[in-house]
C-alpha cells in the first residue's frame, strides 16, 4: 500500500471547508492524511447567513455547516483559531504561532478576502486600536460585535453601498437603529447594476428606512475615543455613534506574498488550480486570481474546489476550471433582485431588452448575444429570476420573442419543469446545490422541504431558489412530501403553534415578550419573532399585557407611519370619515404652525399629514385633540363610508351612523395584520365594503349583509357574505365576534382574506352564526375586554414611556 502524502490546506472558510466536503466525499483519507489551519476558533459556518444574523431572522447556531466534531470524525487534524504564519517552500513546511508546524507534500492557501477599509482618519484611539463602535463586517465575531454594540447604539453609518453594504443597513435596521448609507460612487451597487436600476434600488430601500448619501468621501470619523460622527470631504458631517465599513473585499494574498507566490489582484493560478510559481501548491476561493479575475460570491468557490478534489483524487485527472458565470442576489428583506453576468452590451450586435416600471420598483433588463442570455438585471419581480438563471446557466437559445422571458406566466413559473432538467443542473448557487443532489437527499429519506433543505443546505442562502427546491421535491418524491411541524410555528423562535402558544400563555401567566422567551424558548431571545409575539400578548391579555417596546416595530413605538425620509405621517382619526369646519381647522393650523410638508386625503377618508419630524409629534398631537387614526400598525384601522340615508336618493340604510358607530367600538383593536372595514348605504357599494376586510352593505327591508375577507390591493378578491342582518347592533356583534376569532386563529402577518379562504366560508358561518362549537359567549365577551381596554396612544404625548421616545439622540447630515 503507497504510503499516504501530506495534504495541509490554509483556510477553513467557505472555500477551504467546501474542498475538504468535496476530498471526504471522495475518499480521500485514502490518500491523505489532512491537516487544516483555521484563524477563527470554530467549526465551518455558512458566511452567506451572517446579514441574516445581523438582522435576526438566523440564530448564530443555525448557520453552522460543519461543527469541530466533523473534522475529528473524517480523520481530519483541525487547528481552529490559528492562523498560518509563513510558508517555507524548500523545507515544505507551514509554522504558526504556538510552535505549531506542519510538513506538507500538497498545499492549498484558501485564505479568502480581507474587508476592505478605506483611508479614513480617526479610526484608531490613542492607543493604536480601533475606535469604539467602529466595526468591519465579515467575519462570525464581527457580527456578534455589532449585534452587541447596536444594543446601545441610536445611528449607524454604513459606509459602502454595495451588495455587502445594503445587506449589513438592512440588518441594523432590523434592530431598530436609524441607519445611514455612505457611497462613494453616483450610485447603488454600480458593479452589478446600471445607472438606471441603482437609482430605482435607491427609491426602494429608501422607502424601507434607509437614508442614502451618494457620492460621500469620509475623511475622518469623529469622537475621542468613541465614535461620534464622520466628516466628509465635502465640509459636510453625519452625527451618528457607529460606524460599519462594508465597503468591499480585496483577495488575502499576505501569506503567498510571504511564500514568493506569483501575484496580482489574487494568487495567480492555471485551469488545474495550481499556482504558477509551485507545482504542490494550489489556491482556492476569493484569494485566487484566475485567467484575470477573481470572484467575491460563493458558486465560483464550489466549482473551483469540485475541479481541485477530482484532481488531488485522482478522480478526474482532467478536470478543469475555466471560470464561472457570476450570478448574484440581494439577501435584502422586501428586496427582489437578481443579477447574473452582463449588466451592459459589449458590442453593436448585442441586443438589450428592457422594462422600467419606476412607480413600482420594477426594472427589467437582459442582455442577449446571438441568441442567447448573456446578463439580465431583474429588480422587483422574482417571477422572472427562475426562468433567466435556467437560461443563462444552461446557455440555451432565447425564444425570439423577449417578452415570454420577462413576463412568464404564473402558471408556468410555478409549475416549473424540472423533469426537463439535468442532474447536473445548479439549482442553489448560494451552496453549489445541483437538482442530482437533491433528488438523492429525497430519495435517502428528505421528503420534507425542510429536511431537504438541511439535507443539502439548498434554500439557506438567498432563499430564490426555494420554490424549484420544491418542485424538484415533489418530483422526486412521487407526491408524498411530508410537512415539517416548524412550518406551523406562530413564531419562529418558539416550536409551538398558535393555539399551543396560546394556552402555554395563559397556564404560565406570561405578560410580557421577554417572559415568554424566558419561558418558552429557554431564555433564548429571537428578534424575528418579538412583534409577532407582543402583537400575541396584547390579543390575550388587554390592558394587563406588559408592552416592553423593544418588542415594537418603530411605528408601535411612536404611534406614526415612518417615511422614507424618516420622518413620520400623522393621521388623526375622524370617525366615518365625517368632521367639522371647526376640527379641519384644527388641522389646517397645526399644519401651518408645524410647517407639514404635505397634507394628503387618504383612500379611507382621513387626513394625513406628512414629513413630521419625530419630536414633534407630542406638541401635533396635543394641539390636534384627536385621538389617533392607528395608521401606522396591525390593528383596525378606519371605516369607510358613504352619505347613506343622510342625502342619498338611493340610500337604504344609515351607514353614516354605522360607521361612526364601527369605529368608536373597534378603534386600537390589534389583530394579526391590519383591518379596513367600511359601509355602505345601498348595493351601489360606493364605500366598496365589498373589497373591505369586513363591510356592511345595506339591501332592501331596512336589513345589512356583513362582509368578511375582502381586498383591493396587491390581491383583489370579492368578501364572502357571513350573514345578513337587521339591526347596527347586530352587524357589530357579528364582526366583533368575527374579529376575536381572526386575532385568535389567523397567522400573524395574515391577512383576513386569506384567513377566510383558508377557513372556508361555511365553516366560519358553522362557528360564528351557528355557534356549532358553543364558542360565541366567549368570543363575544372577549371582545368587549380588548374594547374596555383601548386607550389612545397619543396620550403618551403627556407622560412618554421614556425620556428618549420622541427624540432622535443624534442628528441626521449637517452641513
Not at 26 to 36: G, H, L, T, Y
Request: a neutral charge; hydrophobic letters at 40%.
Amino acid at each position: 500500500m503507497a504510503k499516504k502524502q501530506r495534504l495541509v490546506v490554509i483556510g477553513n472558510g467557505m472555500a477551504g471547508a467546501r474542498l475538504l466536503e468535496e476530498l471526504v466525499a471522495r475518499n480521500a483519507s485514502e490518500a491523505f492524511d489532512i491537516v487544516v489551519f483555521g484563524d477563527e476558533p470554530y467549526g465551518n459556518y455558512n458566511r452567506i447567513l451572517l446579514s441574516s444574523v445581523l438582522a435576526g431572522t438566523h440564530d448564530t447556531k443555525d448557520i453552522f455547516i460543519n461543527p469541530l466534531a466533523w473534522y475529528k470524525d473524517n480523520g481530519i487534524t483541525l487547528h481552529a483559531g490559528v492562523k498560518a504564519g509563513w510558508v517555507d517552500r524548500l523545507a515544505k513546511k507551514v509554522y504558526a504561532p504556538g510552535g505549531i508546524s506542519e510538513s506538507y507534500d500538497k498545499l492549498v492557501i484558501a485564505t479568502g478576502s480581507l474587508p476592505f477599509v478605506p483611508p479614513v482618519d480617526g479610526i484608531a484611539n490613542d492607543t493604536g486600536g480601533s475606535k469604539e463602535g467602529v466595526f468591519v463586517f465579515r467575519t462570525l465575531d464581527d457580527t456578534q460585535a455589532i449585534i452587541s454594540w447596536s444594543a446601545q447604539a441610536r445611528t449607524a453609518a454604513v459606509i459602502g453601498g454595495g451588495l455587502l453594504g445594503l445587506e449589513a443597513a438592512r440588518g441594523l435596521l432590523n434592530r431598530g437603529l436609524e441607519v445611514h448609507v455612505v457611497h462613494l460612487m453616483p450610485s447603488l451597487m454600480e458593479i452589478q447594476l446600471d445607472t438606471q436600476s441603482g437609482e430605482m434600488l435607491r427609491g426602494v430601500v429608501e422607502k424601507m428606512g434607509m437614508r442614502i448619501h451618494l457620492q460621500k468621501v469620509t475623511r475622518g470619523i469623529l469622537g475621542d475615543g468613541r465614535v461620534s460622527g464622520l466628516a466628509f470631504q465635502d465640509g459636510s458631517s453625519l452625527n451618528c455613534d457607529m460606524v460599519v465599513f462594508a465597503a468591499g473585499i480585496r483577495p488575502n494574498v499576505e501569506l503567498a506574498k510571504q511564500a514568493g507566490l506569483f501575484f496580482r489582484r489574487g494568487i495567480m493560478v492555471n485551469d488545474d488550480l495550481c499556482s504558477r510559481s509551485d507545482p504542490d501548491i494550489y489556491a482556492v476561493g476569493e484569494c485566487v486570481e484566475h485567467r484575470g479575475k477573481t470572484y467575491g460570491i460563493v458558486a465560483p468557490l464550489w466549482e473551483q474546489t469540485r475541479v481541485l478534489a477530482d484532481r488531488l483524487t485522482e478522480h478526474n485527472q482532467k478536470a478543469t476550471y475555466v471560470g464561472s458565470r457570476v450570478y448574484t442576489k440581494l439577501k435584502v428583506a422586501g428586496v427582489d433582485l437578481t443579477v447574473m453576468g452582463d449588466k451592459d452590451s459589449s458590442g453593436d450586435t448585442d441586443e438589450v431588452v428592457t422594462y422600467s416600471e419606476p412607480t413600482r420598483g420594477v426594472y427589467k433588463k437582459l442582455v442577449v448575444r446571438d441568441g442567447h442570455l448573456m446578463g439580465a438585471i431583474l429588480l422587483g419581480d422574482g417571477m422572472t429570476g427562475l426562468s433567466a438563471s435556467q437560461a443563462f446557466d444552461r446557455q440555451a437559445k432565447l425564444p425570439d420573442n423577449r417578452a415570454e422571458l420577462l413576463f412568464p406566466l404564473a402558471s408556468q413559473t410555478q409549475a416549473l419543469n424540472v423533469a426537463d432538467m439535468q442532474d447536473s443542473d445548479q439549482v442553489c448557487n448560494c451552496n453549489g446545490v445541483s437538482k442530482g443532489k437533491l433528488v438523492a437527499a429525497v430519495k435517502a429519506g428528505s421528503r420534507s422541504f425542510k429536511s431537504l433543505c438541511d439535507a443539502t443546505r439548498a434554500g439557506t442562502g438567498c432563499g430564490s431558489c426555494k420554490p424549484l427546491v420544491q418542485a424538484i421535491l415533489e418530483l422526486a418524491s412521487d407526491g408524498l412530501v411530508t410537512q415539517d411541524p416548524s412550518m406551523h410555528y406562530y413564531v419562529p423562535g418558539i416550536p409551538l403553534t398558535k393555539s399551543e402558544l396560546m394556552n402555554a400563555i395563559k397556564e404560565r401567566n406570561l405578560r410580557s415578550v421577554s417572559e415568554v422567551f424566558q419561558a418558552l424558548a429557554e431564555g433564548k431571545e429571537d428578534p424575528g419573532s418579538k412583534m409577532g409575539l407582543a402583537s400575541l400578548l396584547k390579543t390575550i391579555w388587554g390592558k394587563e399585557y406588559e408592552d416592553e417596546r423593544d418588542a415594537r416595530f418603530i411605528n408601535d413605538r411612536v404611534h406614526a407611519n415612518i417615511q422614507r425620509d424618516g420622518t413620520f405621517s400623522v393621521v388623526p382619526r375622524i370617525y366615518g370619515g365625517v368632521t367639522s369646519p371647526k376640527e379641519l381647522r384644527r388641522i389646517a393650523d397645526v399644519a401651518e404652525r408645524f410647517d407639514v410638508p404635505m397634507v394628503k386625503i387618504t383612500g379611507g377618508q382621513r387626513i394625513d399629514l406628512l414629513g413630521v419630524a419625530k419630536e414633534q409629534l407630542p406638541q401635533i398631537w396635543k394641539e390636534l385633540e384627536i385621538p389617533s387614526g392607528h395608521a401606522y400598525t396591525k390593528a383596525f384601522r378606519t371605516c369607510k363610508t358613504c352619505v347613506g340615508t343622510d342625502f342619498c336618493r338611493y340610500g337604504l340604510g344609515d351607514s353614516v351612523a354605522l360607521g361612526i358607530k364601527i369605529e368608536k367600538r373597534f378603534q386600537g383593536i390589534e389583530a394579526p395584520h391590519k383591518m379596513k372595514l367600511a359601509s355602505s348605504g345601498c348595493p351601489r357599494n360606493c364605500a366598496e365594503a365589498t373589497v373591505k376586510d369586513l363591510g356592511a352593505v345595506a339591501i332592501e327591508g331596512g336589513k345589512w349583509e356583513v362582509y368578511i375577507g375582502g381586498a383591493a390591493g396587491a390581491k383583489v378578491r370579492k368578501a364572502d357574505i357571513l350573514c345578513v342582518v337587521e339591526t347596527h347592533d347586530e352587524v357589530m356583534k357579528y364582526m366583533g365576534r368575527f374579529m376575536q376569532y381572526y386575532r385568535e386563529n389567523a397567522k400573524y402577518q395574515e391577512r383576513t382574506y386569506d384567513f377566510v379562504e383558508r377557513m372556508g366560508i361555511e365553516q366560519l358561518r358553522r362557528l360564528l352564526v351557528q355557534d356549532a362549537e358553543g364558542i360565541c359567549q366567549r368570543l363575544d365577551k372577549d371582545i368587549q375586554s380588548a374594547v374596555d381596554a383601548y386607550s389612545d396612544p397619543w396620550r403618551e404625548a403627556e407622560s412618554p414611556v421614556h425620556n428618549a421616545q420622541f427624540k432622535t439622540v443624534l442628528a441626521s447630515v449637517e452641513s
